[in-house]
């Protein structure tokens, strides 16, 4: 683990000791050092996209692995999985069978796989993240973001790729990834078949936010933001392009792609807070003529504001613009000073609480009715979303666990009239907001690793 060659990098104060904070698998096994020539037993944790040591890492989505099974005279045969890169190598040597088909399974999903155009046929879907047909696998399909390796060969946007891999590992972000693969001139991040489209394709094609889901998918923004927070991390791309809706699903579902986080960098989440902002105010100021304002005007906003204050007054010819405190909201995320805390209890998602009649299935802990935008989901059939009627579920989140228990309450409008917004009734709800969760040696010595692998078969 300590010559020139090797893969391992200090843990210590990067991306993956932040967020592969859970272990998905712990085994012993025997490393092999090839300065020493000797072969060690050590506990191996593997993460997020990291293979763990001894406070050191591999960060797997950089490397591929093999294995080889080395079958000497009156042996049973020993296990070695080789990890390699450009770098260097590293070997594994596993006490069994069963042992290396446990660390293979999570290598197979965090490693990088070749020849991506040998297994996999790639099928563009119209204003919507591409698929990935198997050839194998009863031609099973998979979500695929495609990234051109010309646009990588600096080494902070390559690293930046890495970083993303990490991050939707470990915050277990749609598409989910399942595996990743490259071939000659791109890398393809495969992840669950769903059909991805970006919050511009749905403006540029006609689709009409209403003010549920408009409220909906900034709120799950904002929590995505929170989550980063608490991470000390940033997400350091939200725009229209990069907010992903999955329009197939029962559930409103979004996906905040294509981050570009760098370590020791000064950025921090208020750019984020400020670009939700900015996302907010290209939906509510969208044109009839099918333009995206580019730039900002606080003055317009600010206009408005006083206008709507005023008694009897007309609203304005801005389609996507429902009320005052959605002007409110915009101008605080546009201005400096607003915490992520603050805006997830605004009034404007207070007032769409206000009117919207819950009826629960079963009994529950008031803990769990608050806001309609408190938790990670709200189920929303297609068709509800197209006709603007809006079926929402709540449930409970614990982090990064897949198995959620989940708390359905179904909820439908009753007043969808434009309303001018009650400070009281605001300070009221406020108390009783329940705020989303934060985050916070044995030594073998043998002559040379040759004498395990020179009579070896590949799988």
């Given at each position: 683990m300590h010559d020139q060659k090797c893969l391992f990098q200090k843990l210590e104060g990067t991306l993956a000791e932040k967020?592969?904070?859970?272990?998905?698998?712990?085994?012993?096994?025997?490393?092999?050092?090839?300065?020493?020539k000797e072969f060690i037993q050590k506990e191996m944790i593997i993460s997020f996209n990291a293979l763990i040591i001894d406070n050191q890492?591999?960060?797997?989505?950089?490397?591929?692995?093999?294995?080889?099974?080395?079958?000497?005279?009156?042996?049973?045969?020993?296990?070695?999985?080789?990890?390699?890169?450009?770098?260097?190598?590293?070997?594994?040597?596993?006490?069994?069978?069963?042992?290396?088909?446990?660390?293979?399974?999570?290598?197979?999903?965090?490693?990088?796989n070749k020849n991506y155009s040998g297994k996999y046929r790639l099928q563009e879907q119209k204003n919507c993240l591409p698929l990935s047909q198997s050839y194998k696998k009863n031609n099973q399909y998979f979500s695929t973001i495609k990234f051109e390796k010309k646009q990588l060969e600096e080494n902070e946007e390559l690293q930046m790729f890495h970083n993303q891999l990490t991050i939707m590992h470990a915050f277990q972000q749609i598409p989910n990834v399942i595996r990743v693969c490259e071939d000659a001139q791109r890398y393809y991040i495969l992840g669950e078949n769903m059909k991805l489209q970006s919050l511009e394709s749905l403006l540029l094609n006609g689709f009409e936010f209403k003010e549920v889901p408009i409220v909906s998918i900034i709120f799950m923004i904002l929590q995505t933001i929170q989550k980063f927070q608490a991470k000390t991390i940033y997400h350091g791309n939200i725009n229209l392009q990069n907010i992903y809706v999955n329009i197939n699903s029962p559930t409103l579902q979004i996906a905040s792609l294509f981050p570009k986080y760098k370590e020791h960098n000064i950025k921090n989440i208020e750019k984020d807070i400020y670009n939700v902002g900015k996302l907010l105010y290209q939906i509510t100021f969208y044109t009839q003529r099918g333009e995206i304002p580019q730039d900002i005007n606080l003055n317009l906003i600010q206009s408005l504001m006083?206008?709507?204050?005023?008694?009897?007054?007309?609203?304005?010819?801005?389609?996507f613009l429902y009320r005052v405190s959605q002007l409110n909201l915009l101008n605080q995320l546009l201005s400096p000073g607003i915490t992520v805390e603050v805006a997830l209890i605004h009034q404007w998602f207070v007032n769409i609480k206000q009117n919207l009649k819950i009826e629960p299935k079963q009994l529950m802990s008031k803990a769990f009715l608050t806001?309609?935008?408190?938790?990670?989901?709200?189920?929303?059939?297609?068709?509800?979303?197209?006709?603007?009627?809006?079926?929402?579920?709540?449930?409970?989140?614990?982090?990064?666990?897949?198995?959620?228990?989940?708390?359905?309450?179904?909820?439908?409008?009753?007043?969808?009239?434009?309303m001018i917004p009650s400070k009281k009734k605001h300070d009221d709800a406020k108390i009783s907001l329940f705020r989303s969760k934060t985050f916070t040696s044995s030594t073998i010595k043998r002559g040379s690793l040759h004498e395990i692998t020179k009579q070896s078969t590949f799988k």
């Open positions: 967020l592969c904070i859970k272990e998905l698998l712990k085994e012993q096994v025997i490393i092999y050092v090839q300065k020493t890492y591999i960060e797997l989505s950089k490397c591929q692995f093999e294995e080889r099974v080395s079958k000497p005279k009156n042996n049973e045969g020993i296990n070695v999985i080789i990890i390699k890169s450009t770098a260097g190598k590293e070997y594994l040597i596993t006490s069994n069978s069963q042992q290396c088909l446990r660390i293979k399974i999570y290598l197979k999903k965090f490693c990088v006083d206008q709507w204050s005023q008694p009897n007054s007309q609203r304005t010819q801005y389609r806001t309609i935008m408190e938790e990670q989901e709200f189920h929303m059939t297609s068709s509800q979303i197209l006709d603007h009627r809006v079926t929402i579920t709540q449930q409970s989140y614990q982090e990064y666990e897949p198995d959620e228990e989940l708390y359905p309450i179904r909820c439908q409008m009753i007043n969808t009239t434009q």
